[in-house]
């Protein structure tokens, strides 16, 4: 109805203005079709300005718009990746083990030679009988790994589990495309960690960082030989959680790996050994496992975590590592709830049909620890998901003292323990 209404006003104020312009007085010289058209359009005009502007909704006036944002924050990120890269590939190196394998041949038989001569020639004429045979062996290539350098010398760290084999050879590849001979120098009792050695001078080398300053999300760039195959395969992610504990399997052997850095950063197979890096080209961590099936979720041992063994391996060309004697569990609410434990934190002294909780002549032993024991604290610090009490041991030297506090059935005891060397078979 409004509508209609504004269409009459409008077709009248036409009509008014056209009427006006007719009995006007023309100018001298003035076109009338002109004069008629002007006149009504004035009239209108006025009118709309005065009586129809304000009820007719006006268009939604929009901002000026200022100028796109310049790229420059991504530029600046990419810049900082590229050259991270740029400065680490030198001193990322390849592994290659090779192993004497059998080479196996179809050899030729006979499966009635067991039989008297006089009967055997009832049997198999005309057949040729074959079984596998073997004939000697061959060195072969049987996986791959990565590593870093650590000193222009040639030390290299990897994982332990890279160069685990000790029938093996172990070869090393360096970026520029130089092949050396490895040297095995030490594999770490308690992480997976070792390091070699090549015969060489004047090698790039990374710099290693602090991981204990990291923060979720993050910028992380894996580095390694993805496959055994792609050689310095760059991966960038973020730090995608802190303080994991897992258990890595490969082959017939399995390992309890604690505070761990958890990133999606791609860790590949053949990854292994090779170096987690910051934005600054620093060495947070040594890529370790990935957890398969999943999406993009990787673990690495914190740099800070093998500092003490590196320095270790340069000062006495061993990993000396202290060590408590005991096989644990880490408490969790679950694991206090069905155990009915009297706390939630610690660690848990138990052992399996395999093995024992306490080993003899330990340091735990000869101090009195139990299976069955909490140990809640070492040396006044507490001991949760976060703490574990092994990277809590690794800050302390053989032949020093720590003190435990330690619940044993509801009553809390303390415990002074002087930390010995692991021994070579555990």
């Known amino acids: 109805m409004n509508k209609k209404f504004l269409v009459i006003i409008i077709f009248a104020v036409l009509l008014v203005g056209l009427f006006g312009s007719l009995i006007s007085v023309n100018s001298a010289g003035a076109n009338p079709v002109r004069n008629i058209i002007s006149n009504g359009a004035g009239i209108f005009q006025n009118f709309y300005n005065q009586y129809l502007k304000p009820f007719i909704p006006q268009g939604i006036q929009t901002p000026p718009q200022s100028p796109s944002p310049i790229y420059t924050p991504t530029v600046d990120y990419e810049q900082a990746v590229i050259k991270a890269v740029e400065q680490a590939s030198p001193a990322v190196i390849s592994i290659t083990i090779s192993k004497n394998v059998p080479i196996i041949e179809q050899c030729p038989y006979n499966p009635f030679s067991d039989l008297p001569p006089e009967f055997q020639q009832f049997f198999g004429q005309g057949f040729e009988f074959y079984q596998p045979c073997q004939k000697g062996t061959k060195l072969q290539e049987i996986g791959g790994g990565s590593g870093f350098i650590i000193s222009p010398d040639g030390l290299i760290v990897t994982n332990k589990h890279v160069v685990f084999d000790e029938k093996a050879e172990y070869t090393v590849f360096t970026n520029d495309g130089k092949k050396y001979k490895a040297e095995i120098l030490a594999r770490d009792p308690s992480r997976d960690l070792a390091i070699i050695k090549i015969s060489s001078q004047n090698l790039p080398v990374l710099q290693l960082g602090d991981s204990d300053s990291i923060k979720l999300g993050q910028t992380a760039i894996a580095i390694g030989n993805a496959l055994g195959e792609f050689r310095n395969t760059v991966s960038v992610g973020v730090i995608s959680g802190l303080s994991r504990s897992v ?180």
């Open 247 to 426: 258990t890595a399997s490969g082959g017939d052997t399995s390992e309890t790996l604690e505070g761990l850095i958890q990133t999606d950063a791609a860790i590949n197979a053949g990854n292994s050994g090779g170096p987690l890096l910051n934005l600054k080209g620093e060495v947070i961590g040594i890529n370790v496992a990935m957890v398969s099936g999943a999406q993009n979720i990787g673990f690495t041992i914190p740099i800070n975590q093998v500092k003490k063994a590196i320095e270790s391996v340069k000062s006495t060309g061993r990993i000396i590592s202290p060590y408590l004697g005991i096989r644990y569990m880490m408490i969790t609410a679950d694991l206090a709830k069905g155990q009915k434990l009297a706390t939630d934190n610690g660690v848990l002294i138990q052992g399996d049909k395999n093995n024992i909780a306490v080993l003899p002549n330990s340091p735990a032993a000869k101090a009195g620890l139990k299976a069955g024991d909490i140990i809640t604290e070492i040396n006044d610090k507490k001991l949760t998901q976060d703490k574990s009490l092994g990277s809590a041991l690794q800050e302390y030297n053989v032949g020093d003292v720590i003190t435990l506090k330690v619940l044993r059935a509801g009553t809390e005891m303390t415990f002074k323990i002087t930390l010995e060397e692991r021994p070579k078979n555990l």
